[in-house]
Nanobody
């Protein structure tokens, strides 16, 4: 049973920070590429950030310089540090794990950025 469980979402004011966590089980975590996606109402699910098994990171242009993805293989957990949050960051954030084609998703966690 593969499980990806996101946590850390919530309501924050613009300019503040949140840190999301995704705890994985049922996979050999250290060998998987991990990523965060987000989906706002009425929009497609888009890649936010990814981190390879070797630690290489990539970010969507919209979050570069504000968000940071990291992983702790000892804890089977991937994180997304979100700083300088903007209202347009409001979305459900999903954790993803993959090795090539095999692809697993978490249930999502809501992030709302509003004053």
């Amino acid at each position: 049973q593969v499980q990806l469980v996101e946590s850390g979402g919530g309501l924050v004011q613009p300019g503040r920070s949140l840190k999301l966590s995704c705890a994985a089980s049922g996979i050999s975590f250290r060998f998987y590429a991990m990523a965060w996606y987000r989906q706002a109402p009425g929009k497609q699910r888009d890649l936010v950030a990814s981190i390879s098994s070797g630690g290489s990171t990539n970010y969507a242009d919209s979050v570069k310089g504000r968000f940071a993805i990291s992983r702790d293989n000892a804890k089977n957990t991937v994180y997304l540090q979100m700083n300088s949050l903007k209202p347009e960051d409001t979305a459900v954030y999903y954790c993803n794990a993959r090795i090539g084609t095999p692809n697993y998703w978490g249930q999502g966690t809501q992030v709302t950025v509003s004053s």
